[in-house]
């Protein structure tokens, strides 16, 4: 079980979450309540609540297999997009890339914390944001988050535990974060398996390469769920992987449809840039280690539109093309175009978080859904303007560093890293530490080089 929250509490959210699925669990708070903190009674009431099917009226077609989401894709979509950049402007764009996740995830780091996750005395997390950069005198943002601010005293609003040196007073480098360490991973399969990998080289990668430490949420119990699975294994792959597989994402896992999977695609739609349907499919690949319906959905949703983002320069096409990619039956194309259309009707930033919020408040703070309708509504309302963009999908609170990542990542492969704003890349110097070997600390350009190098190498692939 994951180690941060007692089983009671972990039932609480699986009760929420069959809902989402569109279960009926009329009755099953009571049950939930009886059972109290006995074990016994919540693991039977955990059984209980998972063999419940989905209600034959749900609005929506959800499945977890790639054939079976690729059914259920709209008509016409992006498979490979032709460009004519020189060697020079790719490497400009892989540099973005890298820079602009590092950007968006420095500025949302420090902001990673309850207070704007989840609210703080009747007040949305977005104005909390906003409180803390008024009281900094910092308002409008414009750079990375004050590590002071008078709200603090005013209205309680604290900064993450967790953000050591990414506050604008302290910043010279983009500190470790799993937001940047997922994309090392996946830069590092690229490398050590090109595209002939599966969820089982996931799993394998990870307790190769992480700590429990550094795993959060549905990583977390898949983390463990993989070492039960294969603790009696000697390396090999079994055979029955696929029946292992399903226990890996699902047992004791109520955190299948959060945002961990989504934050996990970049490394890989790297190096299959312009490659749109192929990077959803290295992003399936991934998240169904741990992930399943939406959860999967936003994986591949971020990977279409973050490997299309070389190539193409309209943001609102990127969404297509990212659609494209994911059931159109699905509540999370559904709550995206619902995002879109914030953006298109909001007038100014402050209107769009508010309505963001509002629309999506039933969602967990870091659940797929709510954070990938900011992202797209983020990446509509700020065109071409990296600092807008990447500003907007950090104000909005809730999962602040990992939607901001996404979105300068999107930005950076867009732009150029010659065209991000150098009051945002500067206070980096290049540099990223990410609590993983040989990566601790690296210099980004270097990052940035070897993606290139592997996207050149499986273009030679195929």
């Not at 009886?34 to 959800?62: C, N, S």
Request: net charge negative; hydrophobic share 40%.
């Amino acid at each position: 079980m994951a180690g941060w929250e007692r089983l009671q509490e972990m039932m609480a959210f699986e009760l929420m979450q069959r809902k989402e699925e569109g279960c009926n669990v009329a009755g099953f708070q009571e049950k939930l309540d009886l059972a109290g903190e006995d074990e016994g009674r919540l693991m039977q009431f955990y059984f209980e609540l998972m063999q419940l099917p989905v209600e034959p009226d749900f609005p929506f077609q959800e499945p977890s297999t790639l054939d079976e989401i690729r059914s259920l894709r709209p008509e016409g979509r992006s498979y490979r997009l032709e460009a004519s950049w020189s060697e020079a402007q790719w490497r400009n764009k892989f540099y973005g890339a890298w820079l602009g996740r590092s950007v968006g995830c420095a500025l949302g780091k420090p902001l990673e914390y309850w207070d704007y996750l989840y609210g703080k005395d009747g007040r949305p997390g977005w104005e909390n944001i906003e409180l803390w950069f008024r009281g900094a005198d910092a308002w409008p943002i414009q750079g990375y988050t004050p590590g002071h601010s008078r709200a603090a005293k005013q209205y309680g609003l604290a900064l993450s535990d967790w953000s050591y040196v990414s506050t604008s007073d302290k910043i010279k480098y983009m500190e470790s974060d799993d937001d940047l360490r997922y994309t090392i991973l996946g830069l590092l399969l690229l490398e050590e398996k090109g595209l002939n990998f599966d969820s089982w080289d996931v799993g394998k990668l990870w307790h190769n390469r992480l700590t429990y430490s550094q795993v959060c949420t549905a990583e977390t119990q898949a983390y463990l769920n993989f070492a039960q699975e294969t603790s009696h294994l000697h390396g090999d792959k079994p055979a029955d992987w696929d029946m292992r597989q399903e226990r890996v994402r699902m047992y004791l896992n109520p955190y299948r449809e959060w945002i961990g999977a989504a934050i996990r695609v970049d490394g890989l739609a790297y190096g299959v840039a312009g490659r749109p349907e192929l990077a959803a499919e290295l992003a399936y690949r991934d998240a169904s280690f741990s992930h399943v319906k939406n959860g999967i959905y936003a994986a591949m949703l971020n990977a279409a539109m973050i490997s299309a983002a070389f190539v193409e320069q309209d943001n609102e096409k990127l969404l297509e093309i990212g659609l494209s990619q994911i059931p159109q039956t699905s509540r999370l194309a559904a709550d995206v175009i619902k995002g879109i259309e914030i953006a298109h009707s909001a007038k100014s930033e402050r209107e769009l978080v508010s309505k963001i919020w509002e629309e999506f408040s039933h969602y967990d703070a870091v659940h797929s859904n709510n954070n990938a309708a900011l992202v797209a509504a983020s990446l509509v309302y700020g065109g071409n303007d990296f600092e807008k963009a990447v500003v907007t999908s950090v104000y909005g609170g809730m999962d602040t560093d990992c939607n901001g990542a996404t979105v300068g990542s999107i930005m950076g492969a867009k732009l150029g890293a010659d065209q991000l704003p150098t009051s945002w890349t500067a206070p980096l110097n290049d540099t990223l530490y990410a609590d993983l070997i040989g990566f601790d600390p690296i210099p980004i350009s270097v990052c940035a080089e070897r993606s290139y190098q592997v996207f050149r190498k499986l273009q030679q692939e195929g």
